[in-house]
């Protein structure tokens, strides 16, 4: 017996991509849509593609709604595409040639490819994230950049192997960026209600994000554009940082002048 596999995509007014995605998964076995009350011709486009809809409230952020979208779906196995990310023809084989296998694992992390201003990002390859699991006993926690709690182990497709890598059509114009940059950061205040971050953080975590990106990951190599997504990624983490010092501060420590 043949193992099955559904595809989720969530929408929310994504016709820009969306055919393209579609094309990209037409050859698997179900696709679903989970919508957020899309007002452009989302819906239509799924349609003409079969796709089974459901719909959601409406969120900022995608991850509230993961598991209802999960929960939507007929078969065992599921791959969650964001509607801007093309699925390689050599991905599907390969997925479909895993779960076949008596030994399977219960999910794989994919690699994924960047762009920024036209250019594929070497400082954010492989962008490894955990898309592709069994159904049963899996979580997605509602935070914002969380990855699905998934039973038993998982494997990560290597690196080299970037014909099998997520192909992420959105070239985020930068003002784009900043505003996704804002609305996420926001996020993590209660993301990482635990995390203890000290006077020094500020300084060496975002160094580090930018080493990572630039250096370690060969931004480097992609010009002004590395240089930029290095600089984009650090800022995320000094805003994230910042953002939640402001979140803690005590009453007693407003300035007087503020206070009622």
Not at 96 to 124: A, C, V
Not at 131 to 142: N, T, V
Not at 164 to 190: D, G, Q, S, V, W
Request: hydrophobic share 40%; net charge positive.
């Amino acid at each position: 017996l043949l193992m099955k596999i559904s595809v989720v995509i969530q929408t929310l007014n994504s016709e820009k991509f969306l055919e393209r995605v579609l094309q990209s998964v037409k050859a698997f076995d179900e696709i679903v849509i989970c919508d957020m009350y899309s007002t452009d011709k989302t819906i239509e486009i799924a349609e003409r593609y079969n796709c089974k809809i459901v719909f959601h409230e409406k969120t900022n952020y995608c991850e509230p709604a993961r598991n209802f979208a999960i929960q939507a779906a007929s078969h065992e196995w599921v791959l969650v595409v964001d509607s801007d990310e093309i699925v390689p023809d050599a991905l599907r084989k390969y997925l479909y040639e895993f779960i076949q296998s008596p030994d399977t694992l219960n999910g794989i992390w994919i690699p994924r490819k960047n762009y920024l201003m036209g250019r594929f990002m070497h400082g954010d390859y492989p962008d490894y994230i955990l898309r592709f699991f069994r159904k049963e006993g899996s979580y997605w926690p509602p935070y914002v950049h969380s990855v699905p709690n998934v039973q038993g182990k998982t494997i990560r497709i290597p690196k080299q192997r970037k014909d099998l890598a997520f192909i992420h059509l959105i070239n985020n114009p930068l003002e784009l960026r900043l505003t996704k940059l804002n609305t996420y950061t926001t996020k993590e205040i209660t993301k990482r209600a635990n995390h203890n971050f000290p006077l020094g953080a500020i300084f060496y975590a975002p160094a580090y994000r930018f080493f990572k990106a630039y250096i370690l990951k060969g931004g480097f190599k992609d010009g002004k554009a590395g240089l930029v997504n290095a600089g984009m990624d650090a800022f995320y983490k000094f805003t994230t940082i910042a953002k939640i010092w402001e979140s803690r501060v005590n009453p007693e420590d407003i300035d007087p002048d503020l206070r009622t």
